[in-house]
Each structure stands twice: as structure tokens, then as C-alpha cells.
């Protein structure tokens, strides 16, 4: 059986393991960290289940494909649990927007803003569709290895207006700056700036709709779990606490993986799910870099951080829902401020994650998990984290208490923090970007790095570092797009002595 090394336990390395096993390979799963699941790790303390990172799960169906593709039943290994509603948007005023799947009621929460908005919301909604059955039906699975193959999206992308940004695209359609808000923050889940993401990514409002908001019982690392449990059935090995440090090459082809120990794993096939600027920059021999060189990554647009606060009370807010999203004072200044001025403003928008509404096993009994995350500037922004780390979490804090939450800090009996620091020292994000490079029209599809390395032969990349993007329907995608781009195992066995 040819052997194929993945570079990174993420949700979208793992899903590579699958597919190539389910392919005829032997495959070798490498992380560095000491558990499996990248940005989807988890932090077990004080009797509390944390996620470090995704925790709204959209698109099941892509998950239910991989798991049919490798033989197995996802829903054997895996419980998800619809949420209704979505997610309760909470303006600076008080007011609020609910988002759920129900298409008459979003019409009505529409016109209860405003209602001379309700015709030019179901025009967003029917090109939300249209979007959504070109960007990611047809394209979200497809490589795109040539000029070529961008050249042919050229007719769909003029037909979408992809040009335009996500909050260009809600503005032509309704007035009301809360909706606006309210229909155009989406980019922010994998990184984008939603007056500059391409309006490709106006297709997750009608994704969300059609396939719903799902919660993963266990928390988001139980997907992690699962896909760790289909690659040991299939054979394969998942190795944590394992640096890689070099992609052995040559003649322009990648042949193994150099370990931090000095030993060297041969493969037919390397697979990078590690940051793609980490693949380019440190992973690869000076020589072999053409096009992605330390220059054009330095140069590339990159997405925001996080800070993140997780948090357990020893009392539970029920009238908090799983997922709420607090709108701070300023939504274009503020974002801004964060993309382009790199500065820790005063005000801010928080995005506050209550699982134990949902599934009471993630905490203690009469308990409460919490995370809360604030998009903050990535690492070019210059900020001293262990100077700012604390009086930025007092000001998460203050807010939540003003809003949501009042008198929470005295309830609190678990809580760590994670910083652009832990981003860039822990997960080896370039510029500590929590999601790579920024979704911008000239950093998508053909202009990303191509999942079919354009430096290496027999190296490929997964993630969301590549395409088709970030979250988790992005990176689980970039997996299934290995079946078109990588050689069948029978080739290498051919080719064996």
C-alpha cells in the first residue's frame, strides 16, 4: 500500500486521512500538539468541556459524504442537534434580531425592523440560493490547479457580481443599518471583512437555511474523535505530540516528512493541513519555493485574530441561548479598525457561545459553559498581549455584564484565555491569523494556494489555507477535493520494485 504522511490533525487533515484511506492508501497522521483536532481541540478543566474553536456546525451533509465515501455512518459516530434559533443578534440599543431557519418567520422578524425591507430581504434570500448552488454545489469541490479553471468561473463570477463585497451585496437590497448588520456579518466566521469579502460568501445565508445550525453533542471535538476512530478502522495512524519540520524532496518532488527526532517518514504522497504559509515558508526548502515565496506570503492579505475567553459559572443563565452576537456601538469603523488600522478599539463585538444550553454534559450539574470571543487585529497590529491580555478580558467582561450578563464574574469558578500569541506560538498561524489568508476575490479559488501544490510534486494542501476556504464546511471540502487532484494509490503500487 503507497504511503501518504498528513501534516496536521486538523478537521481538514483528518478528513484527507479518510478519503485517502478509503483510497488504498496507508496513511500517517502528524500533529505536533498533544491531542488531535488543530483549531478544533478541546480544554477539559474544572469538570468543563471548552472547544477551543468551531462550535457552529452548518452543512452536515458534507460530513454524512465523507463518512459514506470511507464506508462508515456518520450519525453512528457522530449526534448533532438542530438549534432553533440559530443564533440571537443583540444590537448596542438592546434590540434584537433572531435568525432561524424558518423562512415566514425571518420575514417577519424582517419586517418588525423594518418592514419596507421584508420584498428586498427575499431577493437577498433568492440570490443567497443562486450563490449558494454555484459557489458551493458546483465549485466548492472542485481544484482549481490552472489559469484555466478560474478562466471558466470568469461567466458564473460576472453572473454573481463577485465583485461585489458580502455588505455591498445586502445593501442593494434592504435600507435598515441593522439589517444590513444583521445580514452581513457572516464573513467574519471564516475570516473575512464583510465590506470587502467577495459576496460569494453571501451564499451561507441560504446555507444556514436549507441545512440548518447544528450542535455536535460532546462539543465540536467529538468530530475530531469520530474522524480519529474511522482512520484507526481503516488502518491508518494518528501520531500526536510529532513535529514535522521538513517535507523531504527530490527533483522537484516531495518524498517524506523529516521529524523534529530526525527521522525521516518516505511517503508517495505528502499532504500539508498545517497553516499554508507555515507549509511554504518553513516546511519547504528555499529552492522549491516559486511562487509562494516568504515575500508574497509577508505581502498577502491575512484575516483577523481572536480573543477568546472561556469561562464556567457555578450557577446557569437560562435566558442566554447557545449562540448570541453582540453588536457593539460601530460596525464599519470597527471592523476598520480591526482589518486595516490594526488597533485594539474601545468598543468591540463579541460573539458569546453558551453550550451547556444545548447539552448540559459540556459543564457540571447546575452549571455553565461559556466562551466568548472578540475579533481583534492579527499580529501586525505590533499589540503586546501579555502586557494587554488582562485589561482587554476586563473589558469583555464589562460589556457582557452591561448586556447579557450582570454580575457573572462573581459566578465564575473556571476560566483561560487564548490570544493572537497562542494563534501564532501554538498552531503556527502565520502573523497569528486565525483563519489564513483573508477571502478576498484575488485571494480566492485559482489565486489561493493551490490544493495540488504548485511548488512540489505529490505534495497537496487541505485547510483553510487553501481552497476552498475556512470553516468547517471549507476545510472538510478542501479534503474532497484530493479525489480529483491526487494520483490513485494503484498508481504507486505499479510503480513499485
Not at 106 to 134: C, H, L, N, Q, T
Not at 157 to 172: E, I, N, Q, T, Y
Not at 328 to 356: C, N, Q, T, V, W
Request: charged content about 20%; glycine content about 10%.
Amino acid at each position: 500500500m503507497p504511503h501518504a504522511v498528513v501534516i496536521g490533525a486538523g478537521l481538514g487533515g483528518l478528513a484527507a486521512a479518510m478519503r485517502l484511506g478509503a483510497r488504498g492508501y496507508r496513511v500517517t497522521v502528524l500533529d505536533r500538539l498533544p491531542q488531535p483536532g488543530g483549531r478544533a481541540t478541546v480544554h477539559r478543566q474544572d469538570g468543563f468541556t471548552f472547544d477551543a474553536g468551531p462550535t457552529i456546525v452548518t452543512a452536515p451533509f458534507v460530513m454524512e459524504e465523507l463518512w459514506r465515501f470511507a464506508g462508515q455512518d456518520f450519525h453512528r459516530d457522530v449526534t448533532l442537534k438542530a438549534l432553533d434559533p440559530f443564533y440571537v443578534i443583540r444590537f448596542d440599543d438592546g434590540d434584537t434580531f433572531t435568525c432561524r431557519s424558518d423562512a415566514e418567520a425571518m420575514k417577519r422578524e424582517v419586517g418588525r425592523i423594518s418592514p419596507g425591507d421584508v420584498a428586498g430581504y427575499e431577493r437577498f434570500m433568492a440570490e443567497s440560493e443562486e450563490i449558494y448552488r454555484i459557489g458551493f454545489e458546483q465549485l466548492g469541490h472542485v481544484p482549481f490547479d490552472s489559469v484555466a479553471d478560474m478562466v471558466k468561473l470568469l461567466p458564473s463570477l460576472v453572473g454573481l457580481k463577485a465583485w461585489r463585497s458580502v455588505h455591498g451585496h445586502v445593501a442593494h437590497h434592504v435600507k435598515h443599518p441593522k439589517l444590513r448588520m444583521g445580514l452581513s456579518f457572516h464573513p467574519l466566521f471564516v475570516g473575512g471583512n464583510p465590506f470587502r469579502t467577495t459576496c460569494v460568501y453571501s451564499l451561507i445565508a441560504y446555507l444556514e437555511r436549507r441545512h440548518g445550525v447544528h450542535w455536535a453533542v460532546g462539543g465540536t471535538h467529538s468530530i475530531v474523535k469520530a474522524m480519529v476512530k474511522v482512520i484507526v478502522r481503516q488502518g491508518g495512524a494518528v501520531l500526536s505530540g510529532t513535529k514535522a519540520v521538513e517535507i523531504t524532496q527530490d527533483n522537484g518532488r516531495a518524498t517524506g516528512v523529516r521529524l523534529a527526532s530526525g527521522q525521516v517518514l518516505p511517503a508517495s504522497i505528502v499532504v500539508s493541513n498545517a497553516d499554508a504559509a507555515h507549509t511554504y515558508r518553513t516546511l519547504i526548502a528555499g529552492g522549491a519555493r516559486r511562487r509562494w515565496t516568504p515575500r508574497k506570503m509577508a505581502k498577502a492579505r491575512h484575516s483577523m485574530s481572536l480573543f477568546v475567553w472561556y469561562f464556567g459559572t457555578k450557577r446557569r443563565y437560562d435566558a442566554v441561548p447557545h449562540h448570541s452576537i453582540l453588536m457593539g456601538p460601530r460596525y464599519h469603523g470597527l471592523i476598520r479598525d480591526i482589518f486595516d488600522r490594526k488597533i485594539l478599539a474601545e468598543d468591540m463585538s463579541l460573539y458569546l457561545h453558551r453550550p451547556s444550553a444545548s447539552d448540559p454534559s459540556v459543564a457540571p450539574a447546575g452549571c455553565d459553559a461559556f466562551y466568548v470571543l472578540s475579533p481583534v487585529p492579527n499580529q501586525d497590529s505590533g499589540i503586546d498581549w501579555r502586557d494587554r491580555a488582562e485589561s482587554y478580558r476586563s473589558r469583555i467582561a464589562r460589556r457582557l455584564h452591561e448586556t447579557v450578563l450582570p454580575g457573572f464574574e462573581a459566578e465564575i469558578i473556571s476560566q483561560r484565555l487564548m490570544t493572537p500569541d497562542d494563534f501564532e506560538q501554538g498552531l503556527l498561524s502565520y502573523k497569528g491569523a486565525a483563519f489564513g489568508l483573508e477571502p478576498v476575490l484575488t485571494q480566492s479559488a485559482w489565486f489561493r494556494p493551490h490544493n495540488k501544490s504548485e511548488e512540489l510534486e505529490n505534495l497537496f494542501l487541505v485547510g483553510a489555507g487553501t481552497h476552498p476556504g475556512a470553516g468547517i464546511p471549507g476545510v472538510i471540502s478542501s479534503a474532497r477535493v484530493l479525489d480529483l487532484a491526487v494520483p490513485p494509490a494503484e498508481r504507486f503500487a505499479r510503480a513499485a520494485p
